[in-house]
């Protein structure tokens, strides 16, 4: 079973425009009518767990909930097919907002709360549920950013607590919550470039600086670190090399952006976990990755087109042995 841990999660409604207005004086127009609109949950361990049920793969969903928003989001869970272990708390979930206007689809804007606090009582009681969890458990993926009243050690802790139990540790997050959970070294670390290519005081902006970043990661015993390079490519960076992955595909074919990269996460994990080399898995992700920003969630629960849009994905190692 994979546990997946989004402390921060969010329903997300997104609104479809034909242009989206910008007024600059109070005289200009200012309505945007919708064309469209979907409301879903979301957050980085949600989506890869919407994923990974889609794929047959027992998973359950953790993390802080609360409010009616909190209920939408576990209903939608669950009517996905998700098994849901959230802690509730007071105060009200995230609702987050994306519009994607037409022509624009590949540079869609996001608007994100910053969430509910959480008291200390209500991170134990969780720490408590998430040990019990545990005992049934063969990875663990914690996503996201952290909510109000968090300590940035929190993914530090939750890691420390699996590998204790032997299970494997991925941390897909951003900042000091990234930074310290390097120290329990972690299987897999990807950080989050939503807002900022700079964390802990690395620029990940080119070929050369993402393998040093991810060289130095490796060196704290950290066994993989997969960096996005492109919009379409990653970086793969192991004790035994580097690997870049591409996909072959125009940016104005990507129409669905927002949790892309999650399910590129969740693809990696899914054939690491099967047991498929490294290679394998990377090629894996990037389709699941890449079919999704093309088409949407439903097509990413058949495993054959999955391996169809295999064709479109190119692999190059450029380190190690060939």
Sequence with gaps: MIITVTPNPAVNKIYWVDKLKVGSKTQDEFLTRATRSATSAS??????SIFL??????NVAMGFIS??????????LRD???TTNFCWTSGETCTNVTIIERGKEHIPIQIDESGSGVTTTEIERFIRRYKRALSRASWVILGGDLPPGVDDKFYYRLTELAKEKGIKVVVNATGQPLTQALS???YLVKPDLRESRIWDEMILD????????????IAMGVDTMLISHKVAGDILVTAAGVWEVKARVEMSQLHHLIGADDVFLGGMVYKL????????ALKFSMAAGTLYAKHGASVCREQEKIEQEMS??????LEGSQ
């Design 206 to 217: 080119t070929e050369e600086h993402i393998i040093s970043a991810g060289k130095r990661v």
């Design 273 to 280: 976990q099967a047991g498929e080399n490294v290679e394998e």
């Design 312 to 317: 479109i994905i190119t692999l190059e190692q």
């Design 53 to 58: 049920a889609g794929m047959g793969v027992e």
């Design 184 to 186: 329990a070294a972690p």
């Design 43 to 48: 957050g980085k361990g949600v989506n890869i």
């Design 67 to 76: 409010g009616h928003a909190g209920h939408l989001l576990i209903n939608d």
């Design 80 to 82: 996905k097919g998700v």
